[in-house]
């Protein structure tokens, strides 16, 4: 069964930092981009980074660009998103997906993702 399990996710204050893991059971994380999602009450699914299968490429939305940091470790079979500078506003239920196309590089649209971790709270607040 190919799961995708998220961790590291709680409250921090404004300013603080987080890191959340992305790990694989079932499946080689190493064969697949990766992505990481964030769901807000009342908003949709976001996609705030992504990383190519072997971690050459990644990307950035611009509401996280220089503040997250994505990277992978293929051999723990694991994904990692490295939040810092947080803020308010990055109150969400994080999720990470895998996109099983070889085709894609790094996609952060969450119709490229074939499977989903059931997501992470973070909650930023003073």
């Known amino acids: 069964q190919l799961q995708l399990v998220e961790s590291g996710g709680g409250l921090v204050q404004p300013g603080g930092s987080l890191r959340l893991s992305c790990a694989a059971s079932?499946?080689?994380?190493?064969?697949?981009?990766i992505g990481w999602f964030r769901q807000a009450p009342g908003k949709e699914r976001e996609g705030i980074s992504c990383?190519?299968?072997?971690?050459?490429?990644?990307d950035y939305s611009d509401s996280v660009l220089g503040r997250f940091t994505i990277s992978r470790d293929n051999a723990k079979n694991a994904v990692y998103l490295q939040m810092n500078s947080l803020k308010a506003e990055d109150t969400a239920v994080y999720y990470c997906?895998?996109?099983?196309?070889?085709?894609?590089?790094?996609?952060?649209?969450?119709?490229?993702?074939?499977?989903w971790g059931q997501g992470t709270q973070v909650t930023v607040s003073s």
């Open positions: 997906a895998a996109d099983v196309d070889v085709r894609t590089v790094c996609s952060m649209k969450t119709r490229s993702y074939d499977y």
């Open positions: 990383v190519s299968r072997y971690g050459a490429r990644t």
């Open positions: 079932g499946f080689n994380l190493g064969d697949y981009a």
